[in-house]
Structure formats: structure tokens, C-alpha cells
């Protein structure tokens, strides 16, 4: 090959270089929220108001270094409902991977649960990728635990601990007779 030739061909090497490195390089950044704890892929999270749950960041970046990342946190009840409180803080500063979230209800509803989302958005120098998981987010932890776990028949108030306000409503009504001494009419 002749002199022309080679410098024309690395030349071209080098043009594709400058094309082609970028695309792969682009392909690079992953991510991906799990729910310490449950199975990974159920996308989301059973929770109450104001309770700190744990999520893994999965990131993976062939191009940057994972520290050198911009990981930013929202919510879709950013719009929806801008009273709903939402932190996001990374559990260690030296591992971006673990983080805590928390959503706090403006007010308990007294509904089953809501069913807020949150995303995270990771950017590198060339892409940005974005992952979601959602809460079901109870009022407390009470009203999370009746839909998991058989309630107490001693817990006579329904406030999920049973203790001596129950036994007071007990032996309030104790001894008390119920029964009838009288037929009953039909229709009552």
C-alpha cells in the first residue's frame, strides 16, 4: 500500500472512530431501581406515610465514572399534589447506589393507599436514562399491617396494639347480659 493510500485510510479509521465511538459510547449508561428487600422485579414498594424506604440504584456507565454521575429524584405528585413531601438521601456518601425515599401524605385520607410514583433520572456526558417505582402508600403503618396480617380479636379499638385501653373497653362491657327475656317480633 502506498503512502496516500495509508494516510487516506487512517484518516478514514480516524472518521469513523469520531462516528461510530460516540454511538457505542452512548449505549453505555444503565439504570435501574430495586426495592431492598422484595423481589426486584415488581415495581413497587408497600409503605406508610413518612416511613424511609430503602431502594437499590442500580448504575452501570462504561464512559464516566459512577461518582461523577448526575442523579436527580422526582415525583409525578410533584404536579398532582405538590403538599405530598418527598426526600430522597443516599444512604452513604461514598456508595451512590443505596438511597432512602420517603413520601409523607399531606394528611392521613383514611383511603386504602395512594399510588404515588417516583423517578430517578441518572446523566453522564453523553445520555441520559430514566427508571420509576411506585409506592403503595398507606396512612401509617396500622392500616398497612390490616391488609398483611390478621387483626388482633383483642385489639377491641382497631389501633393495631393491643393493650390496656382494650382491656378497659373489655371490662367496661363485662358482665353485662345481652340476652332477651322476651320474644322478638318478626320485622325488627
Not at 465514572?65 to 461514598?94: C, G, K, M, R
Not at 447506589?97 to 453522564?124: H, L, M, S
Amino acid at each position: 500500500m502506498n503512502t496516500k493510500k495509508r494516510i487516506k485510510f487512517l484518516l478514514t479509521l480516524a472518521v469513523l472512530a469520531m462516528v461510530v465511538l460516540p454511538l457505542v459510547a452512548a449505549s453505555a449508561l444503565t439504570v435501574k431501581i430495586y426495592s431492598v428487600g422484595s423481589d426486584a422485579n415488581r415495581g413497587y414498594i408497600y409503605n406508610w406515610s413518612g416511613n424511609p424506604a430503602q431502594v437499590d440504584l442500580h448504575i452501570t456507565d462504561a464512559v464516566t465514572d459512577v461518582n461523577d454521575l448526575t442523579i436527580e429524584w422526582h415525583s409525578n405528585y410533584d404536579t398532582i399534589d405538590p403538599n405530598f413531601i418527598w426526600t430522597y438521601e443516599q444512604e452513604d456518601p461514598a456508595d451512590p447506589n443505596i438511597w432512602n425515599v420517603t413520601c409523607t401524605k399531606p394528611k392521613p385520607d383514611g383511603r386504602t393507599y395512594t399510588y404515588p410514583e417516583f423517578y430517578v433520572t441518572v446523566t453522564d456526558d453523553v445520555e441520559t436514562k430514566t427508571d420509576s417505582e411506585r409506592f403503595f402508600l398507606y396512612d401509617d403503618a396500622c392500616m398497612m399491617g390490616k391488609l398483611f396480617f390478621d387483626v388482633n380479636p383483642a385489639d377491641f379499638n382497631a389501633d393495631c396494639i393491643t393493650n390496656l385501653t382494650d382491656f378497659a373497653e373489655m371490662a367496661a362491657a363485662w358482665m353485662e347480659d345481652y340476652t332477651t327475656t322476651e320474644p322478638l317480633p318478626i320485622g325488627l
